[in-house]
T-cell receptor, first 113, second 112 residues
Framework: KAGVTQTPRYLIKTRGQQVTLSCSPI?????VSWYQQTPGQGLQFLFE???????NKGNFPGRFSGRQFSNSRSEMNVSTLELGDSALYLC????????????FGNGTRLTVT | DAKTTQPTSMDCAEGRAANLPCNHS???????VYWYRQIHSQGPQYIIH???NNETNEMASLIITEDRKSSTLILPHATLRDTAVYYC?????????????FGTGTRLTVIP
C-alpha cells in the first residue's frame, strides 16, 4: 500500500507570495491533517479535514487555509508569505475514526526569502 | 489531551535493547499512548500504540504500567538506523483527536 505522498518536496518562495501544497493520503483514509514543523516550535497542528469538511483547527492565522477533495486528497494554502513561514509542512492521514493512528508523509520543505 | 514527559536524549549500544521511558501521569481513561519516531528530514513514522495492555509488533514493544501513568518503548535489538527522535503521545479517540501534541521527544543515538 502506498504511503502518504506530498508534493512538491522542496519549495522556495518570496515574501508576499502565496503557495499551495498537496497531499495524497493512504488509500481508504478519509482524514487528512496538516502540521508545521520548525526548529523553534517543533511540530504544531494546523488543521484536519474529514470527508471534505474541516473538523479541527489549530492556532494559526487565517493566511493558512486548506481543503479536501472528494477523493480525500488535500491541499493547504498559505497566502502573503512571511519569513517565519519557512518550515517543514507535514501531512498525515488516518481512517479518521477510533484509535486509528496517523501516518505521515515526508513533508514539503518551504523556504521563504 | 494529556501531555507527556520524556528524557531529552539517550544513547544505546548497537545490538542492545533500547528502553525509552515516557511519563503521562495525567492520562485519562479513554486516551491511548502512541509512539512515533522521526529521522532527520523525514516525516514522523508511526511505531506502536496501546491503551492498557502491553503491545508488540514487528518494530517494537510497548509496556504500559498498571496505573497507566507511564510507559516504555522497547526496541529489542537497536541498529544504527534506529537513531532518531522518538515521540510519546497520548491521544483520545473522540472526533477531532488528530490534534497531536508532540513535545520535544527523546533523541536516541545508537552507538556502533
Amino acid at each position: 500500500k502506498a504511503g502518504v505522498t506530498q508534493t512538491p518536496r522542496y519549495l522556495i518562495k518570496t515574501r508576499g507570495q502565496q503557495v499551495t501544497l498537496s497531499c495524497s493520503p493512504i488509500s481508504g483514509h478519509r482524514s487528512v491533517s496538516w502540521y508545521q514543523q520548525t526548529p523553534g516550535q517543533g511540530l504544531q497542528f494546523l488543521f484536519e479535514y474529514f470527508s471534505e469538511t474541516q473538523r479541527n483547527k489549530g492556532n494559526f492565522p487565517g493566511r493558512f487555509s486548506g481543503r479536501q477533495f472528494s477523493n480525500s486528497r488535500s491541499e493547504m494554502n498559505v497566502s502573503t508569505l512571511e519569513l517565519g513561514d519557512s518550515a517543514l509542512y507535514l501531512c498525515a492521514s488516518s481512517q479518521g475514526q477510533g484509535a486509528s493512528p496517523l501516518h505521515f508523509g515526508n513533508g514539503t520543505r518551504l523556504t521563504v526569502t | 489531551d494529556a501531555k507527556t514527559t520524556q528524557p531529552t536524549s539517550m544513547d544505546c549500544a548497537e545490538g542492545r535493547a533500547a528502553n525509552l521511558p515516557c511519563n503521562h501521569s495525567t492520562i485519562s481513561g479513554n486516551e491511548y499512548v502512541y509512539w512515533y519516531r522521526q529521522i532527520h528530514s523525514q516525516g514522523p513514522q508511526y511505531i506502536i500504540h496501546g491503551l492498557k495492555n502491553n503491545e508488540t509488533n514487528e518494530m517494537a514493544s510497548l509496556i504500559i504500567t498498571e496505573d497507566r501513568k507511564s510507559s516504555t518503548l522497547i526496541l529489542p535489538h537497536a541498529t544504527l538506523r534506529d537513531t532518531a527522535v522518538y515521540y510519546c503521545i497520548v491521544r483520545g479517540f473522540q472526533t477531532g483527536a488528530n490534534n497531536l501534541f508532540f513535545g520535544t521527544g527523546t533523541r536516541l543515538t545508537v552507538i556502533p
